[in-house]
């Protein structure tokens, strides 16, 4: 068998240069991933590719920053005359 992980290649179970377990299944990448997977529980987000993690990642910062500004603007719209 070949690490899909590293590349190496040997006969066991578990690979012996990285100690990934060969027998399991890397997950896919998805065709788009939205703002509300990230509601979803650890079990199932364990199942996602680590690339749509991190698209996902980005999306909830971009949220948090937006959430941010609107809560700046509204402090300073009430300092204002």
């Known amino acids: ?17 990285c100690g990934a377990d060969l027998n399991i299944k890397r997950p896919k990448l998805k065709e788009f991933v939205i703002l509300e997977d990230v509601e979803k529980p650890f079990n199932e987000l364990s199942c996602f590719h680590t690339y749509d993690l991190l698209v996902m990642l980005r999306l909830v910062r971009k949220e948090r920053t937006k959430a941010y500004d609107l809560m700046l603007t509204l402090k300073k719209a009430r300092e204002s005359p």
Do not use: N, Q, R, V
């Open 1 to 17: 068998m070949i690490c899909s992980y590293c590349g190496t290649e040997g006969l066991e179970d578990i690979c012996p240069f």
